[in-house]
């Protein structure tokens, strides 16, 4: 499924690269918003769309069109995984049947743990212990990081599968790999230096980190990614890191581009 969903990708997306020369844009009369990591705060993710809404309906006042891009990770370590599974699919239907500011949704590597340990909850166990008790907590599942019994394992699986929500299985079925938007590409961890974006290994786009955060390589994208917490936003030439560690700070962090202009919208703890 992942190594499909990439080809679908690579089938729409533009093919055109960040210019060594000239600085990146976006699609021309485009805004977009890259939001990162959210990791189960609601609180954070409600308070931070509200500015980032206020922001794109100046920039829609001023003849752009907007995007916002959620950079995965939207469930683990924090209090209210599902309650962030619902604003986003409420955010996914507006943006479905145009009431809404337009959205992609990315998957990250904890969504595909979660979705891993729903198919073979023995063999991925390693999930319980880097997030999925907060998370199977705020579906009302009491379990222990790690817990590695097979039996239990399945047990542990079989009432998340039960609780699950339809429309939330759905949404984290069909997130996406990768978008990009002119001079950017969107990933959740990064990808791998040196490799045609269209040759990204799935698990590098998920849990990269070295050599791609310190690589000074231009990449045929500028890439935008979450997955590594940094104190501050890392805005370089070659890419933008916005993952704020929001289940530790409080600081949920988005990044809005336009024409050459780079901004930081984020919450305060």
Same mark, same amino acid.
Request: charged share 25%; hydrophobic share 40%.
């Given at each position: 499924?992942?190594?499909?969903?990439?080809?679908?990708?690579?089938?729409?997306?533009?093919?055109?690269?960040?210019?060594?020369?000239?600085?990146?844009?976006?699609?021309?009369? !485009? @805004?977009?918003? *890259?939001?990162?990591?959210?990791? /189960?705060?609601?609180?954070?993710?409600?308070? #931070? %769309?509200?500015?980032? +809404?206020?922001?794109?309906?100046?920039?829609?006042?001023?003849?752009?069109?907007?995007?916002?891009?959620?950079?995965?990770?939207?469930?683990?370590?924090?209090?209210?995984?599902?309650?962030?599974?619902?604003? !986003? @699919?409420?955010? *996914?239907?507006?943006?479905?049947? /145009?009431?809404?500011?337009?959205?992609?949704? #990315? %998957?990250?590597?904890? +969504?595909?743990?979660?979705?891993?340990?729903?198919?073979?909850?023995?063999?991925?166990?390693?999930?319980?212990?880097?997030?999925?008790?907060?998370?199977?907590?705020?579906?009302?599942?009491?379990?222990?990081?790690?817990?590695?019994?097979?039996?239990?394992?399945?047990?542990?699986?079989?009432?998340?599968?039960?609780? #699950?929500?339809?429309?939330?299985?759905?949404?984290?079925?069909?997130?996406?790999?990768?978008?990009?938007?002119?001079?950017?590409?969107?990933?959740?961890?990064?990808?791998?230096?040196?490799?045609?974006?269209?040759?990204?290994?799935?698990?590098?786009?998920?849990?990269?980190?070295?050599?791609?955060?310190?690589?000074?390589?231009?990449?045929?994208?500028?890439?935008?990614?979450?997955?590594?917490?940094?104190?501050?936003?890392?805005?370089?030439?070659?890419?933008?890191?916005?993952?704020?560690?929001?289940?530790?700070?409080?600081?949920?962090?988005?990044?809005?581009?336009?024409?050459?202009?780079?901004?930081?919208?984020?919450?305060?703890?």
């Amino acid at each position: 499924m992942i190594r499909s969903l990439l080809r679908d990708f690579f089938a729409s997306a533009t093919n055109r690269s960040a210019s060594s020369t000239a600085p990146p844009k976006p699609t021309e009369g !485009l @805004c977009v918003y *890259a939001v990162g990591d959210v990791h /189960g705060q609601r609180k954070e993710l409600e308070a #931070l %769309l509200a500015r980032v +809404e206020a922001d794109a309906a100046r920039m829609r006042a001023d003849g752009l069109n907007t995007r916002i891009v959620f950079l995965g990770d939207y469930v683990d370590r924090g209090p209210d995984s599902r309650g962030v599974l619902d604003s !986003l @699919c409420a955010l *996914a239907k507006r943006s479905a049947d /145009g009431s809404g500011i337009a959205c992609r949704f #990315l %998957l990250g590597n904890h +969504e595909a743990a979660m979705l891993d340990f729903l198919k073979e909850p023995a063999a991925n166990s390693q999930w319980l212990s880097f997030g999925g008790v907060e998370t199977l907590g705020s579906y009302g599942v009491r379990a222990s990081a790690g817990t590695t019994e097979p039996a239990r394992c399945r047990a542990l699986r079989d009432a998340l599968d039960e609780r #699950l929500p339809d429309e939330h299985r759905r949404f984290l079925e069909t997130l996406e790999l990768m978008v990009a938007f002119g001079d950017y590409a969107f990933v959740h961890a990064g990808i791998r230096p040196g490799v045609a974006l269209e040759r990204q290994h799935p698990d590098d786009l998920l849990w990269i980190r070295e050599p791609f955060l310190s690589s000074p390589r231009r990449h045929e994208k500028v890439i935008v990614h979450g997955h590594t917490v940094v104190e501050r936003p890392e805005i370089l030439d070659n890419r933008i890191g916005i993952d704020t560690g929001a289940y530790a700070t409080g600081v949920l962090t988005a990044v809005a581009l336009h024409g050459v202009e780079r901004r930081i919208l984020a919450t305060a703890p």
